[in-house]
């Protein structure tokens, strides 16, 4: 099963937010939890990223609004994060260095960077390997609590499925789509009326061999100078708004395997042959089972996280104090 959103964020978090308990000097408290605190200096530090966005999108007694609430937000997240990392404490959950080691090597593959890289990054953070590691260890803690407290309790049954779907049946339409191979006669700059009937005249030509057996794939290799020449003119399935307005009212128009005339747009004149075609309809529930059982799981893991950081909160401790 896929993780959810909620464990696929922290880790990301990881890249971009350095450890909050760096802070090199404590000038004044933001919030008490339990026996630990969050300095002015930490909370200060974790916003600065994003008081540049606010102060390069917004001005005057707006910017200071959005600066109070999302500084406000920022904190609570800090908060909520102490509290999780807390309670894995707790629980005797234990990270393993070669735990730590396998998603450092996981993070550098996916995110296609080297250790180097990583070091430099961190180095302009002013935050050491070891510094890293500590915080990264201290995520993974809390990735564990999370899925034992939250994705191992809940489930998804058949009868949540079939009444998603039959509320969302519109969600799973699909829509009708053609494949058509193409050739392209495509106007030259500038081209005048003389020019355009004798490249009609030439287009009509194609018409009449394809119509005659010729193959399809030998006329567009030595006419067509569209980017799809190169794969025999197929421009794969499309539905209806993505080709020129022109083309797609005859390709939607004709039978499968069947030639059209001389169409022409904009671009130039075109040729087309329908090769397969795919109905609208509605997708069956067992097509889609899987995306609703993951839809379902998402929304109910938010759901129960929500509930397992407000519990978590009424059993603490927590004082803010600016």
Same mark, same amino acid.
């Given at each position: 099963?896929?993780?959810?959103?909620? *464990?696929?964020?922290?880790?990301? *978090?990881?890249?971009? *937010? =350095?450890?909050?308990? /760096?802070?090199?000097?404590? !000038?004044? +408290? $933001?919030?008490?939890?339990?026996?630990?605190?969050?300095? +002015?200096?930490?909370?200060?530090?974790?916003?600065? =990223?994003?008081?540049?966005?606010?102060?390069?999108?917004? /001005?005057? /007694?707006?910017?200071?609004?959005?600066?109070? &609430?999302?500084?406000?937000?920022?904190?609570?997240?800090?908060?909520?994060?102490?509290? @999780?990392? &807390?309670? $894995?404490?707790?629980?005797?959950?234990?990270?393993?260095?070669?735990?730590?080691?396998?998603?450092?090597?996981?993070?550098?593959?996916?995110?296609?960077?080297?250790?180097?890289?990583?070091?430099?990054?961190?180095?302009?953070?002013?935050?050491?390997?070891?510094?890293?590691?500590?915080?990264?260890?201290? /995520?993974?803690?809390?990735?564990?609590?999370?899925?034992?407290?939250?994705?191992?309790?809940? $489930?998804?049954?058949?009868?949540?499925?079939?009444?998603?779907?039959?509320?969302?049946?519109?969600?799973?339409?699909?829509?009708?789509?053609?494949? @058509?191979? &193409?050739?392209?006669?495509?106007? =030259?700059?500038? @081209?005048?009326?003389?020019?355009?009937?004798?490249?009609?005249?030439?287009?009509?030509?194609?018409?009449?061999?394809?119509? %005659?057996?010729?193959?399809?794939?030998?006329?567009?290799?030595?006419?067509?100078?569209?980017?799809?020449?190169?794969?025999?003119?197929?421009?794969?399935?499309?539905?209806?708004?993505?080709?020129?307005?022109?083309?797609?009212?005859?390709?939607?128009?004709?039978?499968?395997?069947?030639?059209? !005339?001389?169409?022409?747009? =904009?671009?130039?004149?075109?040729?087309?042959?329908?090769?397969?075609?795919?109905? $609208?309809?509605?997708? %069956?529930?067992?097509?889609?089972?899987?995306?609703?059982?993951?839809?379902?799981?998402?929304?109910?893991?938010?759901?129960?996280?929500?509930?397992? @950081?407000?519990?978590?909160?009424?059993?603490?401790?927590?004082?803010?104090?600016?």
């Amino acid at each position: 099963m896929k993780q959810h959103g909620i *464990w696929t964020a922290l880790l990301v *978090w990881v890249m971009v *937010w =350095p450890s909050f308990s /760096q802070a090199a000097m404590k !000038d004044g +408290i $933001a919030a008490v939890v339990n026996e630990e605190i969050i300095t +002015i200096y930490e909370l200060n530090r974790a916003f600065a =990223p994003i008081r540049m966005k606010i102060d390069a999108s917004y /001005q005057g /007694q707006k910017r200071e609004d959005v600066v109070t &609430q999302s500084k406000k937000a920022v904190l609570n997240r800090m908060i909520n994060d102490m509290l @999780i990392e &807390q309670e $894995a404490e707790k629980m005797g959950i234990v990270i393993r260095e070669d735990e730590v080691n396998a998603t450092i090597d996981d993070i550098l593959r996916r995110q296609n960077i080297t250790k180097n890289d990583l070091l430099k990054m961190l180095e302009k953070e002013n935050l050491t390997l070891d510094d890293y590691k500590k915080d990264l260890k201290t /995520q993974l803690a809390r990735m564990r609590l999370l899925r034992r407290e939250v994705n191992a309790k809940i $489930a998804v049954s058949n009868e949540e499925i079939g009444e998603y779907y039959s509320k969302n049946r519109e969600y799973f339409e699909g829509r009708e789509a053609v494949r @058509i191979k &193409q050739v392209l006669l495509s106007f =030259p700059r500038h @081209i005048d009326e003389q020019g355009k009937a004798a490249l009609q005249a030439e287009a009509q030509k194609i018409v009449n061999q394809l119509k %005659s057996g010729e193959s399809f794939e030998q006329l567009i290799a030595n006419y067509s100078k569209d980017s799809f020449s190169l794969s025999g003119g197929d421009l794969g399935f499309v539905e209806r708004g993505v080709i020129l307005p022109d083309v797609e009212k005859v390709a939607f128009s004709l039978s499968l395997e069947e030639i059209s !005339d001389v169409i022409e747009s =904009p671009v130039g004149f075109h040729v087309i042959k329908v090769t397969d075609k795919k109905g $609208a309809g509605a997708k %069956s529930i067992e097509l889609v089972r899987s995306e609703i059982q993951e839809k379902i799981l998402s929304e109910k893991a938010e759901k129960r996280f929500e509930g397992f @950081i407000e519990e978590l909160r009424k059993k603490s401790h927590v004082e803010i104090r600016i």
